[in-house]
């Protein structure tokens, strides 16, 4: 049976050498790190095994077990796929370390000293919805950088198309954007569960990098901003992704659920789902790899739809509305994010690359595309610059304009500034990052830990090199946009300070918020 899963990891031993917390449904049995102090519990079931007639539908609850459950291996991971890797579009003409498994949907839970109450971060692991799992960083680097004062969550949820597929009878008779319903699900398993570990659900903050920062900016739009309860009330973005969002039944999803159909042999079936259902796990898998192995270049096929009810309308018009949860947000983005989207083998000008990036656009919007970056460098970093800002860096600032006076905006340039290279000055992992400079690895990574205490990057648990941290947005009659750089100088030297958002920058997100209703945002 497939399950849902966390890892949690928290800052504080509890009082046997291995503890058991009753969550109702099971007992789980977790480890204590004496040289650390850090008690540990890996792998709990957060919902029902997604299987069989599970399959394609909403997160259910966990079955009741009687035996204590051991919480001391990492998870299974969920079944993943690879990035498009087409030097063309193939849905232009359609625009009118641990074994993967099915059951994979579980947390990881870890905290460190015998206190209750204290905040909790979740982490929501990036991979283009495609890929990832809790298990890729530790939860106890956080809590050592917070002074033992924060309890840790890693959340997995399914991906590709066991958590996103998209269609008309998906939405009849089953769950659209699954995988996001699963992360609502886990943030409800937190805020019924957490106390359990020493954590207060009214202080958690959700966190996450690439596609997991794109599943925050999800839970911050989701049900028109009035999530109830309350889930979280911080949130943290590392390099937002949005890509095209388009509503479920839009002819690319379609198209898409028609090739999974196909595939798996249910075109003449009376109900296409219940032969997905009925189909084998590993053939439904060759599939997802497949459909997103043909995307185009450095795209990726299985993403989060407008489903009309989780998901109502675009991001982009919900952060113009505010219509959002959460109280305050801390974001931060890579100056060149992206670069490792780009294939580097194939030469071609702004304007096409945008046709190919976004099949719903018009010549002539491509045209002030091309006006736009003509001028910013060779065609390789145009069409680099074209990505990275429409679908990472501006969705960025749009959020950030959604929470006036309470927002923090951060930019990451230690060279090479490509995305995921700010990874590792918060989750090092027991690897020292490139850049090895006790300084600027403080000043980076507390920003995040006392945002999580403090709802503010500026009360760190120890002091650092960063200068005072003014809010992005000010509200009132008219915005600071300032943020804080992160950098180092050619001799090595860490530099922490606060510069401009430059205006051409902000042009040229203005241009991609005006077309949102055509590439999808």
Not at 51 to 76: K, M
Not at 179 to 190: E, H, S
Not at 492 to 507: C, F, H, K, N
Request: proline share 7%.
């Amino acid at each position: 049976m497939l399950s849902l899963g966390l890892v949690l990891t928290l800052p504080f031993a509890l009082a046997q050498s291995s503890p058991v917390i009753d969550l109702g449904y099971a007992r789980y049995q977790g480890t204590v790190d004496i040289a650390t102090n850090i008690t540990n519990f890996l792998g709990i079931r957060y919902a029902a095994a997604p299987l069989g007639d599970l399959r394609f539908r909403a997160p259910q609850p966990p079955v009741h077990v009687a035996d204590v459950q051991p919480a001391t291996v990492a998870p299974n991971e969920c079944l993943q796929a690879a990035s498009g890797k087409s030097p063309t579009n193939p849905l232009d003409s359609r625009a009118a370390q641990v074994s993967p498994s099915e059951d994979c949907l579980f947390l990881n839970d870890a905290a460190g000293r015998p206190l209750k109450d204290l905040p909790t971060v979740v982490w929501i692991h990036g991979g283009g919805y495609i890929a990832g799992q809790a298990s890729s960083v530790s939860g106890e680097d956080i809590i050592k950088q917070s002074n033992h004062d924060v309890v840790v969550v890693l959340i997995q949820y399914r991906l590709g198309i066991f958590g996103f597929l998209a269609s008309c009878a998906v939405k009849q008779d089953g769950a659209l954007n699954a995988g996001l319903l699963d992360q609502d699900f886990a943030l409800r398993w937190v805020n019924q569960h957490i106390a359990k570990f020493g954590g207060d659900p009214s202080k958690v903050t959700i966190w996450g990098e690439s596609a997991g920062a794109g599943s925050v900016l999800q839970h911050v739009v989701a049900n028109g901003g009035k999530t109830r309860p309350q889930l979280f009330r911080g949130l943290i973005t590392s390099s937002t992704f949005l890509p095209s969002q388009y509503p479920f039944d839009d002819p690319i999803p379609e198209f898409l659920f028609r090739q999974v159909v196909a595939g798996a042999n249910c075109t003449s079936a009376v109900n296409a789902l219940t032969c997905l259902r009925a189909a084998d796990a590993n053939l439904l898998e060759t599939l997802n790899n497949n459909i997103n192995l043909g995307g185009f270049f450095g795209t990726y096929s299985t993403v989060p739809v407008i489903d009309g009810e989780f998901i109502t309308q675009r991001p982009t018009l919900s952060f113009l509305e505010r219509k959002v949860n959460g109280e305050s947000l801390l974001s931060v983005t890579n100056t060149f994010e992206g670069t490792i989207f780009i294939n580097p083998n194939v030469s071609v000008a702004a304007a096409p690359y945008a046709l190919d990036l976004f099949p719903k656009l018009t010549p002539s919007q491509a045209k002030t595309v091309d006006a736009l970056y003509g001028g910013l460098g060779t065609e390789l970093f145009q069409v680099e610059a074209i990505y990275g800002e429409s679908i990472l860096i501006c969705p960025t600032y749009y959020m950030l304009h959604a929470f006036p006076g309470m927002s923090f905006k951060g930019e990451f340039a230690i060279p090479s500034g490509l995305h995921i290279s700010d990874v590792a000055y918060y989750f090092p992992g027991g690897v020292a990052p490139p850049f090895n400079n006790t300084d600027f690895i403080n000043a980076f990574a507390h920003s995040f830990t006392s945002f999580i205490i403090n709802q503010d990057p500026n009360h760190k648990v120890s002091e650092t090199i960063t200068p005072k941290w003014d809010r992005y947005v000010t509200g009132g009659y008219g915005y600071e946009e300032t943020k804080m750089l992160f950098n180092k100088t050619d001799a090595g030297q860490p530099v922490v300070q606060p510069i401009s958002t430059g205006e051409a920058l902000l042009e040229r997100c203005r241009f991609w918020s005006s077309v949102g209703n055509l590439t999808g945002q």
